[in-house]
């Protein structure tokens, strides 16, 4: 009896563990899988009582719908500065499940996490320099 418990537990602790790295996987992706680059636009500044680390890129998008998770956005951070790069965006395979929403048919956007908040600091792009308008949401 004192067996068949331990083999059914240990056989469950298995299985979450199989499907929690399954899972973790499936959300990895290559940069490789983010091959097209769009220049970003402007950025939206979080509303007050949002994590004001969490930054809007917005950058142009024509396609019918796009996905969460679809664009990897990165930067680098100083005291008085964001340096967002360009906006690599992959395309979502015909398994993955999507509504193809957060489009208004010319432009899309998704959250850049900053290390710090934004504050006061100016917003520029790193492909030429421009400064990126902060725009309130």
């Known amino acids: ?4 418990v331990w083999w059914i537990g240990g056989s469950a602790v298995l299985l979450i ?11 990895l992706k290559t940069a490789e899988e983010y091959s097209t680059q769009i ?19 917005v950058f142009p998008w024509h396609a019918t719908g796009y996905c969460v998770g ?13 340096v967002v790069s360009q ?10 499940g999507c509504a193809g929403v957060g489009t208004d048919g010319l432009t899309t956007g998704d959250y850049l996490q900053l290390e710090a908040p ?20």
């Open 70 to 82: 679809q664009a990897l956005i990165t930067a680098t951070e100083s005291s008085t500065e964001v």
């Open 87 to 96: 906006v690599k965006v992959r395309t979502i395979g015909p398994n993955e």
């Open 39 to 57: 220049t970003p636009l402007y950025v939206l500044a979080p509303e007050e009582r949002a994590d004001q680390r969490s930054l809007m890129v």
């Open 1 to 4: 009896m004192r067996r068949r």
């Open 118 to 137: 934004l504050g006061n600091r100016t917003v520029t792009r790193a492909q030429d320099g421009v400064k990126l308008e902060v725009r309130k949401s």
């Open 17 to 27: 563990l199989v499907m929690a790295v399954a899972s973790g996987v499936a959300r």
